[in-house]
């Protein structure tokens, strides 16, 4: 049986008014959200917070004010499913109804690579993404020497996940690759970019502790594989609060 899902669409957001984040948390939950679901092309959708307290392994510096990151999971065919998707984005602001104070510093479509699951969740590893669970690693990396590509890739496949899945508290793995031929509204990635969704069921502090101690550092120079954003991330309640970046919960 082939794959439900067959490509994502990220979208790395920062939120440029402080004062926006509760309003831009009930838009999105509530409205922008639901109606993405409602199409066709759209198997699942998730969104995450960067949270300050959460354990940061890399970010460069034109990242680092990224808020929150949604993944839209979706099928084929690419060009009907993002031409609803964008459609929809523009009817959406035509109505005032598109969150104003915003931005994606990073985004757009990524084809799915491979997927895989640790083996005490008994699950598929197609089936990742439908568990409930408590944060994710999110790693966005690039290729910086063409030429090393397949090497990095088989490091990937054959070292870094299988080592990932043996941590306490990692349920799965999901590798995509950018489209840059693909349409989005935002810049082309380039084609040596990959996105990795690490799914955790435990404490995500804890976790990433672990991780840091377990996984082995990477074999490739900042030259040749570059990592652009590594860090953990917690599901969002839709019940609130949204406070994460407020300065009161900051300084308590």
Not at 196 to 225: H, N, R, Y
């Amino acid at each position: 049986m082939p794959a439900k899902v067959d490509f994502a669409y990220f979208s790395f957001t920062e939120i440029t008014d402080p004062a926006e984040h509760d309003s831009y948390n009930e838009w999105h939950l509530l409205d922008h959200m639901p109606e993405n679901l409602a199409l066709p092309g759209i198997a699942w959708a998730q969104r995450w917070v960067a949270s300050p307290d959460l354990p940061v392994f890399g970010v460069d510096e034109a990242l680092r004010p990224v808020h929150y990151v949604t993944a839209y999971l979706m099928t084929e065919p690419a060009e009907r499913t993002l031409g609803e998707f964008m459609a929809l984005g523009e009817r959406l602001r035509s109505l005032g109804r598109f969150h104003r104070q915003r931005q994606a510093l990073l985004g757009g479509p990524f084809r799915l690579v491979k997927c895989y699951a640790a083996p005490r969740t008994l699950v598929s590893a197609d089936a990742i993404p439908y568990r409930p669970h408590r944060g994710m690693l999110i790693t966005v990396g690039d290729v910086v020497e063409r030429g090393r590509s397949d090497e990095v890739a088989r490091w990937l496949d054959d070292v870094h996940v299988p080592d990932l899945l043996t941590v306490p508290g990692v349920a799965g793995v999901w590798t995509f690759q950018a489209m840059p031929g693909a349409t989005t509204t935002l810049p082309p990635n380039p084609p040596t970019r990959s996105v990795q969704l690490c799914w955790l069921d435990d404490d995500p502090m804890t976790v990433g502790g672990s991780i840091a101690e377990k996984v082995g550092d990477v074999p490739f120079t900042d030259d040749t594989w570059h990592i652009a954003y590594r860090r953990t991330l917690a599901p969002i309640d839709p019940h609130g609060p949204f406070d994460w970046f407020s300065p009161e919960r900051r300084r308590g």
